[in-house]
C-alpha cells in the first residue's frame, strides 16, 4: 500500500505544509523513517494504529508506504533535500528504525527494539523497553530509562545514560561518557580524547571497562563491591577513596598495577593513557 500526500494547503503563502494520517498496522510490523534533514519525534500510545503528522516545503511528497511487516516513511522531492519535522505515534510494542543525514531524533516510551543513525544531529530516548543501537557522528547522545541491551557509536558528541538496568556498550572518538544510576553487571565504555564517568553497581560476576586515551576515569560504586579490579595509566594518577582499603597486589612495567576488592567476582578494567583515574564510593 503507497500513499503519497502532497496537500493543497502548499499553495497558501506562508502556510507551512502539513501531512497528518493514521493507519492501522497488523502486530509485528516495524517502523522506519527516512528523513534527510529536520526533525523526528516518535512517541507510543496503546492502540494498534500509526498516526504520522509531518510539516514540510510545499514541493515535499510524503510517501507512506506498508509492506508485509514495515511500515516506511520517507519525504521526496524533485530537485534538492526534503527538510520535514515529523510527529509520529506508534503502538508500543513496535520496533522503530530511524535514519538521516542532518536530523534530530527524539523516542520516548517505545518497547520495541530502537535503531537510529543519523550524520548530524543529537539523539534522545526515554523509557525504552527494548534493544537500543544508536550512532551518530555529529551530535549528542541521551538515554534515559531502559531495561535490556543499549549500544552507542559516535564520533563526535558527549553521551550520556542515566537509569539504564541493562547491558551497556558505549564507542566514542570525541567526547565525554557518563553512566549515572545503572545497573548492570555488563558495561564496556571506551572514548579516545574524553572523560569516562560510571556510577552505578558493580555486580557479582560482572565485567566492566572504562577506557579513555586523554581524559579522566571515575568508578563510582557502593563500598563492598567484590571486584578484581586492573589498572593501567602511562601518564597520570591513581586515587581510590579510604572505604575500599585498596591494597595494591600486582605492579607490571608501564604503571599497570591490579587489586581485589571482596572476593574478586566482578572484573574491572580501568585505563587511561594520560589522565587520572580514581575509584570513588557511591
Not at 42 to 61: C, F, L, M, Y
Not at 218 to 226: D, E, Q, R, T
Request: net charge negative; charged share 25%.
Amino acid at each position: 500500500m503507497l500513499i503519497a500526500l502532497p496537500f493543497a494547503l502548499a499553495a497558501v503563502v506562508g502556510l507551512q505544509p502539513q501531512t497528518d494520517t493514521t493507519l492501522t498496522v497488523p502486530a509485528g510490523t516495524r517502523l522506519e523513517v527516512s528523513n534527510f534533514g529536520g526533525t523526528t519525534h516518535i512517541t507510543a500510545w496503546e492502540r494498534n494504529e500509526v498516526r504520522i503528522r509531518a510539516q514540510h516545503g510545499s514541493r515535499d511528497v510524503i510517501e507512506i508506504e506498508l509492506r508485509g511487516s514495515v511500515l516506511s516513511v520517507e519525504a521526496e522531492r524533485g530537485q534538492g533535500m526534503p527538510f520535514v519535522d515529523y510527529e509520529i505515534t506508534v503502538p508500543r510494542a513496535m520496533p522503530v528504525e530511524v535514519d538521516g543525514v542532518e536530523n534530530e531524533v527524539t523516542i520516548e516510551g517505545v518497547g520495541g527494539a530502537i535503531r537510529v543513525e543519523t550524520v548530524e544531529g543529537g539523539i534522545t530516548v526515554r523509557a525504552a523497553g527494548g534493544e537500543v543501537s544508536l550512532n551518530s557522528v555529529e551530535g549528542d547522545i541521551t538515554v534515559d530509562g531502559g531495561r535490556t541491551r543499549i549500544a552507542i557509536t559516535s564520533v563526535d558528541g558527549t553521551v550520556l545514560v542515566t537509569g539504564a538496568r541493562g547491558a551497556v556498550t558505549v564507542e566514542t572518538v570525541d567526547g565525554d561518557i557518563t553512566l549515572e544510576n545503572v545497573e548492570s553487571g555488563d558495561v564496556d565504555l571506551g572514548t579516545v580524547d574524553g572523560d569516562v564517568m560510571y556510577h552505578g553497581t558493580v555486580q557479582d560476576g560482572g565485567r566492566y571497562r572504562l577506557t579513555t586515551h586523554d581524559g579522566d576515569i571515575v568508578l563510582a560504586a557502593a563500598p563492598g563491591v567484590n571486584a578484581a579490579v586492573s589498572v593501567a595509566t602511562f601518564d597520570g594518577t591513581f586515587e581510590a577513596d579510604p572505604a575500599f582499603s585498596v591494597q595494591v597486589s600486582q605492579v607490571r612495567p608501564g604503571r599497570r598495577f591490579s587489586f581485589t576488592l571482596g572476593t574478586g567476582s566482578a572484573r574491572v578494567e580501568l585505563e587511561s593513557f594520560e589522565g587520572m583515574i580514581r575509584l570513588e564510593k557511591r
